[in-house]
């Protein structure tokens, strides 16, 4: 017993050093994307709740859905590589038809979401808002489809294990390309509404070219018919988040720096329990994991919750960086909250994610394919009222 304990602590201590050394700076890589797109979301909080409320609504499922999407494949390609069921190399067909497949299943879930918008009452300039989502979601998969083959690709070439690195990455560069992307059509709209049509349309065509360059099949479709439907379903669950961001836009928009870190705060919990389910799915399939409370499946989770102090600190002086530099406000002391109360909302997910790729698994169910977009849904639900409740606190609402 006391060897086996030994054991686990000296296989805790490696996967420490491992979390600093490797899961550390990407999720660090990753929160500054999520700043990115955060200081566009802050800077025009404002012009978004009051001219496009309706994108308020499908933000979050638009930002959950990427990470779901494109997460999801980082982990079915890290799967097959180890498995020897996928070239490293972005030339492999397989890469391409993945992509084009990944666009098919992002787009009807959008519509979805606009559409329970606007169901809901939230009208204005709808129109322009569904051109809007559906030329981002064009676009940015199309970008976030060959990084995300890159990542995974470039770092299991490099003997880095893909699920300590693209999970987070990935989900945050869609973090870094939506929210700007969004911002800068509001911007082309308002500028000249002829020309963002003829983008959105350039688009459209765009999709169908590589679509039939793809030469993707119908029994191909079918395959990832399990994860289409598990993504919709979660999309129209992220209507949750979207309702919450909407209906606090208000107080969170009061407390100045979570308008700005709020992209940054849901990819960040995402990736603690993307790169956990990750993790957990490829010791599953090589049989690595006996039992739930296998001691060494704990090990990973506890590795990566020394991390969250610095990510959660680090994440809260860049947001309040970022406020006075583009605004000049000042932001309350309260706002620390954020900071000491971070780590444990990360571990509180990160369990989540374990408990959930487990007992999926046990129900011969393979976490690649429903574990990780759950997790990054329900994470962003999570997130979402974690951001209202500190944003009440720091506010005072």
Known sequence: MAVIGGEVRAELREKVREAYRVTLPSLFTSQIFGLFGGTFLG???????????????????????????????????????????????????????????RMLISLIPIFLLWAIGVATGIKKNALDVLLIVITSTILVSFILGYFTSFVTIFSFRRGTDPDSVAAPLVASMGDFLTVPSLVLFILLIEESPKAFRLFNYTMILLFLIVAAISRVRKAEFLELKQVFITITGLALLSTISGSLLARFSGIIQASVVLSFIYPSLLSSFGNYGSIIAAKTSTKLHLGEIESF???????????LFATAPVIGTTMLI??????????GMTVPRSAWLVALTYPFMALFIMLYSYTISYFIFQKNIDPDHVAIPLISNNSDIFGTLYVVLMAKMIAGG
């Open 293 to 303: 409370l296998c001691p060494k499946a704990f090990t990973d989770i506890l590795a």
């Open 43 to 101: 800077k025009y909080f404002e012009v978004i709740r009051t001219q496009f409320p309706g994108l308020l609504v499908v933000l979050p499922g638009m930002m959950g859905l990427r990470g779901n999407v494109f997460g999801s494949m980082a982990s079915r390609f890290s799967t097959m590589l180890y498995l020897g069921d996928l070239e490293p190399s972005l030339r492999d067909k397989k890469v391409l038809k993945e992509i084009v497949l």
């Open 318 to 327: 860049i947001g309040i960086a970022l406020v006075k530099l583009t605004t």
